[in-house]
């Protein structure tokens, strides 16, 4: 195994840490004329495909290490279980506050009557801002072993295949008029970028200039159209900014930043792109329950985006480093029943 290729690139974690800002950014209550005014749709909006594009390749990183060679290896109790509760736990602990917090207050009263209601809400990724990426990443899991597989045995050639499929994803979505709360919670119109991400750690990874150019000019033409032109898709009619089209110039970019800025590093990004999950979570609940107090006494917006971003990232980072031992020691514990006879 190419030591090279399995090293771990601490310029990821730079990435993830400006994801985690953007995350924090594009939920602070803009008004949609901002948002076009200083081109959110082209790097704050952005933040849910770079990870997804970023969990591609780190997923397939740690294939790598891991020694996993087939679909049968991948799909392991001890490769999946891990991830599961990496996920799972930290989600609990926040959505479990959430409904506390909520029925304390007299917003929410849970009982034998609706408690399955609020069962069926922990698995569509609770409450707050953002909310549909807990079920994502859950999806994520099961998924991410048959499209590394894919550019695995096809390379470049399943690019191809993934982006295929992507788009079928979308025309039966369009065919059978999805709801778009429904669709919202579905992995699979990330198929193409998570393939990306992958295929961007394999070995054979090569994208020419004129390949790079095309994809960068169809990506912002459609952005552009779709937000700044009135442009309606025809078949792409739920979160089409954010679509595999859309997402199209990203890949370039993040593939050249993978490729050749892998030894730059900024520790206090790095930090925060640690604990990207943690302060994700951390928002959710923020802006769901505890930003409006800030909002009746800094009126100055600048001070209070200022404000969200030190608490979002602040209060997430202590999250990051209490919870992370435990689910860890959850882990272990787990394993070491299943280890006994």
Same mark, same amino acid.
């Given at each position: 195994?190419?030591?090279?290729?399995?090293?771990?690139?601490?310029?990821?974690?730079?990435?993830? %840490?400006?994801?985690?800002?953007?995350?924090?950014?594009?939920?602070?209550?803009?008004?949609?004329?901002?948002?076009?005014?200083?081109?959110?749709?082209?790097?704050?909006?952005?933040?849910? +495909?770079?990870?997804?594009?970023?969990?591609?390749?780190?997923?397939?990183?740690?294939?790598?290490?891991?020694?996993?060679?087939?679909?049968?290896?991948?799909?392991?109790?001890?490769?999946?279980?891990?991830?599961?509760?990496?996920?799972?736990?930290?989600?609990?602990?926040?959505?479990?506050?959430?409904?506390?917090?909520?029925?304390?207050?007299?917003?929410?009263?849970?009982?034998?009557?609706?408690?399955?209601?609020?069962?069926?809400?922990?698995?569509?990724?609770?409450?707050?801002?953002?909310?549909?990426?807990? +079920?994502?990443?859950?999806?994520?899991?099961?998924?991410? +072993?048959?499209?590394?597989?894919?550019?695995?045995?096809?390379?470049?050639?399943?690019?191809?295949?993934?982006?295929?499929?992507?788009?079928?994803?979308?025309?039966?979505?369009?065919?059978?008029?999805?709801?778009?709360?429904?669709?919202?919670?579905?992995?699979?119109?990330?198929?193409?970028?998570?393939?990306?991400?992958?295929?961007?750690?394999?070995?054979?990874?090569?994208?020419?200039?004129?390949?790079?150019?095309?994809?960068?000019?169809?990506?912002?033409?459609?952005?552009?159209?779709?937000?700044?032109?009135?442009?309606?898709?025809?078949?792409?009619?739920?979160?089409?900014?954010?679509?595999?089209?859309?997402?199209?110039?990203?890949? +370039?970019?993040?593939?050249?930043?993978?490729?050749?800025?892998?030894?730059?590093?900024?520790?206090?990004?790095?930090?925060?792109?640690?604990?990207?999950?943690?302060?994700?979570?951390?928002?959710?609940?923020?802006?769901?329950?505890?930003?409006?107090?800030?909002?009746?006494?800094?009126?100055?917006?600048?001070?209070?985006?200022?404000?969200?971003?030190?608490?979002?990232?602040?209060? %997430?980072?202590?999250?990051?480093?209490?919870?992370?031992?435990?689910?860890?020691?959850?882990?272990?514990?787990?394993?070491?029943?299943?280890?006994?006879?």
């Amino acid at each position: 195994m190419d030591k090279e290729q399995t090293k771990y690139n601490n310029f990821i974690d730079v990435l993830k %840490g400006i994801g985690a800002i953007f995350i924090i950014i594009t939920h602070f209550p803009w008004t949609d004329a901002e948002r076009v005014k200083f081109l959110f749709p082209f790097w704050i909006e952005t933040a849910v +495909p770079l990870f997804m594009i970023i969990s591609g390749y780190v997923y397939a990183i740690s294939y790598k290490k891991q020694g996993i060679h087939c679909l049968s290896e991948a799909y392991l109790p001890r490769n999946i279980v891990n991830k599961l509760i990496r996920y799972t736990f930290p989600f609990l602990v926040v959505y479990i506050s959430e409904l506390i917090y909520l029925s304390a207050v007299g917003n929410i009263i849970i009982n034998r009557d609706n408690y399955l209601e609020w069962v069926f809400c922990f698995f569509r990724g609770g409450l707050g801002l953002g909310s549909y990426y807990y +079920p994502l990443m859950i999806q994520f899991i099961f998924l991410y +072993p048959i499209i590394y597989f894919i550019i695995k045995k096809y390379s470049h050639k399943g690019m191809i295949i993934c982006f295929a499929i992507n788009a079928i994803y979308e025309l039966l979505q369009r065919a059978y008029a999805m709801d778009g709360n429904f669709y919202r919670l579905l992995v699979f119109r990330y198929i193409f970028i998570i393939a990306a991400g992958c295929y961007m750690a394999s070995e054979a990874a090569r994208m020419k200039f004129k390949t790079g150019f095309a994809l960068c000019l169809i990506g912002i033409a459609f952005i552009v159209g779709v937000t700044y032109l009135g442009y309606s898709p025809i078949i792409i009619i739920h979160w089409s900014g954010t679509s595999f089209i859309g997402c199209l110039y990203m890949i +370039p970019i993040i593939f050249l930043l993978i490729k050749k800025v892998k030894n730059c590093r900024f520790m206090p990004l790095e930090i925060i792109g640690k604990a990207s999950y943690n302060i994700f979570l951390t928002q959710m609940v923020w802006y769901g329950f505890g930003s409006w107090y800030l909002e009746k006494y800094i009126h100055n917006r600048a001070a209070l985006l200022g404000m969200n971003l030190l608490v979002c990232s602040g209060v %997430g980072l202590i999250f990051y480093f209490i919870e992370t031992p435990i689910t860890k020691w959850i882990i272990k514990k787990i394993y070491a029943l299943c280890d006994k006879p």
